[in-house]
C-alpha cells in the first residue's frame, strides 16, 4: 500500500484526521526532562503516548532537529511513532537539484511522508515523486501572512501562482502520491483549490494557534475522505504550565480537536 492507502486506514482506525505537530522548542520542554540525554525525544515520548489514540499521523518539523541530538531524537521520535501503528510525515518543505535533491529524498528512508518546496521544478522533486509508497505534500498556499507575497502574484494567464502550483501537482501525481499544503486561514482558497484539484489529499496547518477555519479545513481538505488537519502548538504545549502532567492536557487536546473536526466529516 501506499501512503495515502495506509492514511485512509489510520484515519478509519481513529476515527481522526488530526495531524498532531512535534516540533518540541527547547526552551518550551519542562524543565524535568532536560536533565535527559534527548530531552526533545523525552518530551516527544510522553506526547506520542498522550495522544497516539487521536493522531492519524504525527508531523515533526525538520527545523527543530537540524543539530547531531535532534537527528537521534527525531529518529526515536519516527521509531515509537511506528511502534503505536502512527505514520509521520516529516515537515521538512526539501527540493534541490541533481545530488542534492536525491540525499533529500532519503529522509523517506526513515519517515512516511515529507513536505516539498515546487519553486525549483518539477526536476527538483522527482526523487520523492518517484518514491511510489511515500507520500509527498507540496507546498501550495500557506497560513502565514506573508505567503501571498509570491502564491498571489498573477500570471499571464490570470491564475495566481498558487493556483499554477495546484495544478502542476496534479500532473504530478503518476504515483497517486501527491498532496498538497493549504492552510486554513483563508476559507475561500481551500473551496477553490478542492474544485480544481478533486483528487489531491490536502493537509490543512493554520489550526489552533493560527486560528484557521476547522470546518472548511474539513469540508474542503479531504479528498474521499483522506486528509490531514495540523495543530502543533496547540496541542504539544497545552499543558505547558503543569509541570510532570503536562502530557495529559496534550491528550485533551488533540481528542478536543478530534471531536470538533469531527462534527464537519461525512460517514
Same mark, same amino acid.
Given at each position: 500500500?501506499?501512503?495515502?492507502?495506509?492514511?485512509?486506514?489510520?484515519?478509519?482506525?481513529?476515527?481522526?484526521?488530526?495531524?498532531?505537530?512535534?516540533?518540541?522548542?527547547?526552551?518550551?520542554?519542562?524543565?524535568?526532562?532536560?536533565?535527559?540525554?534527548?530531552?526533545?525525544?523525552?518530551?516527544?515520548?510522553?506526547?506520542?503516548?498522550?495522544?497516539?489514540?487521536?493522531?492519524?499521523?504525527?508531523?515533526?518539523?525538520?527545523?527543530?532537529?537540524?543539530?547531531?541530538?535532534?537527528?537521534?531524537?527525531?529518529?526515536?521520535?519516527?521509531?515509537?511513532?511506528?511502534?503505536?501503528?502512527?505514520?509521520?510525515?516529516?515537515?521538512?518543505?526539501?527540493?534541490?537539484?541533481?545530488?542534492?535533491?536525491?540525499?533529500?529524498?532519503?529522509?523517506?528512508?526513515?519517515?512516511?511522508?515529507?513536505?516539498?518546496?515546487?519553486?525549483?521544478?518539477?526536476?527538483?522533486?522527482?526523487?520523492?515523486?518517484?518514491?511510489?509508497?511515500?507520500?509527498?505534500?507540496?507546498?501550495?498556499?500557506?497560513?502565514?501572512?506573508?505567503?501571498?507575497?509570491?502564491?498571489?502574484?498573477?500570471?499571464?494567464? @490570470?491564475?495566481?501562482?498558487?493556483?499554477?502550483? %495546484?495544478?502542476? *501537482?496534479?500532473?504530478?501525481?503518476?504515483? !497517486?502520491? =501527491? #498532496? &498538497? /499544503?493549504?492552510?486554513?486561514?483563508?476559507?475561500?482558497?481551500?473551496?477553490?483549490?478542492?474544485?480544481?484539484?478533486?483528487?489531491?489529499?490536502?493537509?490543512?496547518? @493554520?489550526?489552533?494557534?493560527?486560528?484557521?477555519? %476547522?470546518?472548511? *479545513?474539513?469540508?474542503?481538505?479531504?479528498? !474521499?475522505? =483522506? #486528509? &490531514? /488537519?495540523?495543530?502543533?502548538?496547540?496541542?504539544?504545549?497545552?499543558?505547558?504550565?503543569?509541570?510532570?502532567?503536562?502530557?495529559?492536557?496534550?491528550?485533551?487536546?488533540?481528542?478536543?480537536?478530534?471531536?470538533?473536526?469531527?462534527?464537519?466529516?461525512?460517514?
Amino acid at each position: 500500500m501506499n501512503f495515502f492507502d495506509r492514511l485512509h486506514d489510520r484515519i478509519r482506525t481513529v476515527d481522526s484526521v488530526v495531524s498532531v505537530g512535534l516540533d518540541p522548542d527547547p526552551s518550551r520542554i519542562p524543565e524535568h526532562l532536560q536533565e535527559y540525554d534527548l530531552p526533545r525525544w523525552a518530551f516527544n515520548r510522553r506526547i506520542i503516548d498522550a495522544t497516539h489514540e487521536h493522531a492519524a499521523v504525527y508531523k515533526p518539523n525538520a527545523a527543530f532537529y537540524e543539530d547531531p541530538d535532534g537527528w537521534a531524537a527525531l529518529e526515536e521520535t519516527i521509531a515509537y511513532a511506528h511502534g503505536k501503528d502512527v505514520p509521520v510525515l516529516l515537515d521538512a518543505k526539501r527540493a534541490d537539484i541533481g545530488n542534492t535533491t536525491r540525499q533529500y529524498a532519503q529522509l523517506l528512508e526513515r519517515a512516511d511522508a515529507i513536505t516539498v518546496n515546487p519553486y525549483m521544478g518539477r526536476d527538483s522533486l522527482q526523487p520523492f515523486l518517484a518514491n511510489e509508497e511515500a507520500g509527498v505534500f507540496v507546498l501550495c498556499r500557506t497560513s502565514n501572512p506573508g505567503g501571498a507575497d509570491i502564491q498571489d502574484l498573477e500570471l499571464e494567464t @490570470g491564475e495566481p501562482v498558487y493556483e499554477r502550483v %495546484a495544478a502542476l *501537482a496534479d500532473l504530478w501525481n503518476e504515483n !497517486d502520491n =501527491v #498532496g &498538497l /499544503v493549504v492552510g486554513a486561514t483563508q476559507p475561500e482558497e481551500l473551496e477553490d483549490l478542492r474544485e480544481q484539484v478533486p483528487d489531491l489529499p490536502f493537509l490543512v496547518p @493554520g489550526i489552533g494557534a493560527q486560528g484557521g477555519d %476547522a470546518e472548511a *479545513a474539513v469540508e474542503y481538505g479531504l479528498a !474521499d475522505g =483522506v #486528509g &490531514l /488537519v495540523n495543530s502543533s502548538r496547540g496541542i504539544i504545549f497545552a499543558g505547558e504550565n503543569d509541570g510532570e502532567e503536562f502530557a495529559r492536557a496534550s491528550g485533551q487536546a488533540a481528542k478536543r480537536l478530534k471531536n470538533r473536526l469531527n462534527q464537519y466529516r461525512e460517514d
